[in-house]
């Protein structure tokens, strides 16, 4: 599904996050959270007004979670199983909010690649996004 | 009626008075037509649009995008009256263009894309969140005559 271009874009881009997975992670669910208010929902273990070590710490998991899927971007189905099974059993998440997660995604990308954030980037990212948010709800029914 | 409260109006303008609408106009139909491919079907008449270099190169989609853009400028300065500003384009892209409005909530959300590449840290999630409203905003308006 993916080209070898299109992974070298998305390792390439991975390269810059490594490493910064909490403070990336935390800026990805504060903009989730400012701009997508209903989100919150899903996460109402982290209280009402999640502060930062929370942000920083659930931000990170994802985050880390991310870089497994981008390390085994041939074999996403089967490395993303648990968490997979995670969302659609557990956390029972709507569909309809990844496409909102990969939204804040792409701008957390934007703003901190600013002019290096290429097209070809950002076609990549979002195509890779989205198949990952497929295999994560593909189990809900 | 979206209403935008004070802060919201100020992100906005303070982000639109340094849009390059010429530029940037590009820089968004550009990125629209190559991440969501599709799209093009929208542009067939356009020319080469065979790589994401020659689309981004593309005088047409440079000629175009300066068109939406300008048009989003009306939106900045009519927040208040979304519907009533787009209602002649809404039924233009429906009974003439035969647009899908989901291609106006996709536009919206590569514009957004494009101002945090641009703006950077300054963009904060407060400043997304402003924006996010108004192309929302803005993909609704353009619907709102569609029958």
Request: hydrophobic share 45%; proline share 3%.
């Amino acid at each position: 599904m993916l080209s070898a271009e299109e992974q070298a874009h998305i390792a390439q881009v991975w390269d810059l996050i490594a490493g910064h997975e909490a403070p990336f992670g935390a800026e990805l669910l504060l903009r989730l959270f400012t701009v997508y208010p209903s989100t919150k929902l899903y996460f109402q273990h982290l209280g009402a007004f999640p502060d930062e070590v929370q942000l920083l710490s659930h931000g990170q998991r994802m985050l880390q979670a991310v870089g497994v899927a981008v390390q085994h971007l041939d074999d996403l189905r089967a490395v993303l199983r648990p968490l997979a099974d995670l969302h659609a059993h557990v956390l029972r998440v709507d569909p309809a909010n990844f496409p909102l997660l990969i939204q804040c995604f792409q701008v957390v990308l934007a703003s901190h690649l600013q002019g290096e954030f290429t097209v070809e980037m950002q076609a990549a990212w979002d195509k890779f996004l989205t198949g990952v948010a497929i295999v994560l709800t593909e189990h809900q029914r | 009626m979206v209403h935008f409260t004070a802060e919201e109006k100020t992100a906005v303008t303070h982000v639109w008075s340094k849009v390059n609408v010429e530029e940037d106009g590009g820089e968004v139909l550009g990125r629209l037509l190559v991440v969501y491919p599709w799209t093009q079907r929208f542009f067939d008449n356009f020319g080469n649009l065979s790589s994401s270099s020659a689309i981004m190169g593309n005088p047409k989609v440079k000629a175009h995008g300066k068109k939406v853009l300008t048009s989003f400028g009306d939106a900045v300065k009519n927040m208040d009256n979304l519907k009533g500003t787009f209602a002649k384009l809404s039924e233009l892209h429906c009974d003439k263009l035969h647009v899908d409005p989901e291609n106006f909530r996709l536009l919206g959300n590569v514009m957004v894309i494009v101002l945090a590449s641009h703006f950077g840290k300054e963009f904060t999630p407060d400043v997304q969140a402003a924006w996010q409203k108004l192309v929302a905003g803005v993909a609704n308006a353009m619907a709102h005559k569609y029958h």
